[in-house]
């Protein structure tokens, strides 16, 4: 059975404009992949309303799984949860459990829950809370869309909450070898071990360093037998410069 | 008038699986800013080519300009050009005047322009090359795409070497007032300031260091005077935890 598949929409006029160096993508990637979920796509949009609805809507329809990461905070520039009811044609409010949430936290801090605060507590009908250790104001689950916020921190904390919810695959099996030639000089021998092994994925992946270009080649499947044969026959083609 | 626009396809499943942490896409970010031309939208799609003509088609649509990374080198997963070429519907094969530049670098390195490597030569019937002063196998410029590579050091010098040709925007001013309060604290300021400046675009970006909350706000526009008052608002405001 193929594994389940998943995509990222990272929502914020800040990583477009190149304020802020998105690190929440890189994160959920390697969570994912651990977890034997396919990240299948990511797309970055502005917090712009018919861009964030429309990307919820696509991403939703193509893939098992949606994660969303931005725009849940207090801000007039928050505007994800409800993009995300208009995305499912789902009511939005203050609902009580959320806002009972904050309203513990903020008595406990001495911190006023104030009408900005409110809005963290706006969540669509029908949503299931997802609980932040880190800041207390949740994200929430739709359909097959996890709302969660854009500070790493928290991000990471709402991950860690909604992953054991998910039912995963197999984790695919993987093996790098380092070959310090440039791409064309092995390209050939590639493509005929991607030939002789179907069953694998065979990445090649260029790099730079002091100067001189290599590749690293990633070896990924569920065979491990055909994994060590590969790696094998690399050392043996490359021998000195393969490790 | 509205400055440019732009979107970025990131292809590699090696960004997907969480391998590689991209870092292209946040350089993009920067310069397309500087340039006055804005990043509306990035999508980090797999080595498949049925999604990344259908990313291609879609995002060549939408906005002025879109910029690809990734997928261009001599292996067998390197089906980026070719998948450009389906999505214009344009011919492709290897062309002389890529074979060229092919030719004279492996002769100069003494190395071999072997089939693996003529493949970097394969470059769509139209397209207009770009220069690659680092490893000389060449971008192309096709309809409003500019296809690079995803070597974060081959990337850049592309980009540099395509950026002088578009024509940009009014480079946007900005200016950020840090304030060490949590965004909650400061909405109802914030909202009644967006209000009062429409012609001012004013981003609230949450933080959290050594456990507290605080806040960059960020202040975007073409009216220098315009961020002026908005900046001693805030510093009034919050006088004391602002700067």
């Avoid at 970055?44 to 969303?68: C, N, P």
């Avoid at 500070?151 to 995963?168: I, R, S």
């Avoid at 002789?196 to 002091?210: C, M, T, V």
Wanted: with cysteine; hydrophobic share 45%.
């Amino acid at each position: 059975m193929p594994n389940p598949t998943a995509a990222m929409l990272v929502i914020g006029d800040e990583i477009l404009s190149g304020r802020t160096r998105d690190s929440n993508m890189h994160h959920l990637a390697g969570v994912l992949t651990k977890k034997g979920i396919d990240l299948a796509e990511v797309r970055v949009v502005a917090d712009d309303r018919a861009a964030i609805v429309a990307a919820v809507q696509a991403l939703s329809g193509a893939w098992d799984h949606v994660f969303t990461s931005g725009g849940i905070g207090p801000t007039h520039d928050d505007i994800t949860a409800d993009c995300i009811a208009e995305a499912f044609g789902a009511a939005i409010d203050v609902r009580a459990d959320a806002r009972a949430l904050l309203a513990a936290h903020y008595k406990r801090t001495g911190g006023e829950l104030n009408e900005a605060r409110l809005r963290m507590a706006r969540i669509p009908d029908g949503a299931i809370l997802i609980d932040n250790p880190v800041s207390i104001a949740p994200g929430f689950s739709i359909g097959n869309v996890h709302v969660m916020a854009g500070v790493p921190a928290v991000f990471e904390a709402m991950v860690a909450t909604v992953m054991p919810q998910l039912t995963g695959g197999a984790p695919l099996q993987s093996d790098t070898v380092r070959i310090d030639r440039g791409e064309g000089d092995i390209a050939q021998v590639l493509t005929g071990l991607a030939k002789a092994h179907p069953e694998l994925s065979i990445g090649s992946y260029p790099f730079q360093r002091k100067g001189k270009f290599g590749s690293n080649i990633v070896i990924r499947g569920s065979d491990a037998a055909a994994i060590s044969m590969v790696r094998a026959a690399l050392l043996e083609a490359f021998a000195g410069d393969a490790e």
